[in-house]
């Protein structure tokens, strides 16, 4: 049965990147999205589906550990950007890469596969990097919130993406050290741990709203991105931070 409708706006995972990847609405799924476009290039390459359950309308899998190479591939909430991570092995790295065009990382997905080194594939496919981010003199909180903003582009979970962009939009947010655990947004008036516990944390339930911790321990409910910042802010304490 089709999750989508002529001229109805998708459910479900898929809603929150209907925006930037029409595409990927129209086939269903990104594994059905990225394998109809290896199944066009002729490259015989199986896409798989998530391990993660309820990922796998929005993320995608090619390889596995034991045939030594594998890649997770992601959508990236903020832009559109297909993500992939690409492993080999015990290798300590992974190598990353993230490009617009489904062709492409499909193409990439393939060369990997297929056995291309990382310098091979990198010269095959230029988006595709290894390393990390470098992220120069800024302090250690601007750092910490470029690390979380990579690193849940880099998953697959849009809500959480979502939430994350939403509170960094948040001068009184954005001035906390941000970490997450468990799927939950937390901040700390330091950079470094231990969490602040008289500070408000959230996290998706699922369907666009989230679920909003009190410094109590109570649970509140929000609908959107907006609604959760805003109740995050309503439940920071007086003078936690200044805005940046």
Same mark, same amino acid.
């Given at each position: ?37 290896? =199944? ?93 981010? =470098? ?71 699922? =369907? ?29 304490? =007086? ?6």
């Amino acid at each position: 049965m089709s999750h989508t409708s002529a001229g109805a706006a998708p459910y479900g995972p898929l809603r929150l990147y209907a925006p930037l990847y029409p595409d990927v609405v129209r086939a269903g799924s990104l594994r059905g999205a990225l394998q109809a476009e290896a =199944d066009r290039a002729g490259y015989g390459l199986v896409i798989g589906t998530h391990r993660v359950p309820s990922w796998q309308r929005v993320a995608a899998r090619v390889g596995d550990e034991d045939g030594g190479r594998w890649a997770n591939v992601a959508m990236d909430v903020r832009l559109r950007s297909f993500r992939i991570g690409f492993r080999a092995g015990d290798a300590p790295r992974t190598v990353r890469g993230g490009t617009a065009d489904p062709a492409e990382a499909v193409g990439a997905l393939h060369s990997w596969i297929q056995g291309d080194r990382v310098d091979e594939l990198a010269a095959r496919w230029p988006f595709v990097r290894a390393g990390g981010e =470098d992220h120069g003199g800024e302090d250690a909180v601007a750092v910490r919130w470029a690390r979380l903003r990579d690193s849940v582009a880099w998953g697959a979970d849009g809500e959480l993406q979502a939430l994350v962009e939403a509170a960094f939009a948040e001068p009184r947010l954005r001035a906390l050290s941000p970490g997450t655990s468990l799927n939950c947004l937390r901040f700390s008036r330091s950079p470094v741990p231990p969490l602040c516990h008289d500070l408000p944390m959230a996290m998706p339930a699922g =369907d666009g709203r989230y679920r909003v911790r009190t410094p109590d321990g109570r649970f509140r409910e929000a609908a959107g991105t907006a609604g959760a910042v805003a109740l995050l802010l309503a439940l920071l304490p =007086d003078g936690t931070a200044a805005p940046r």
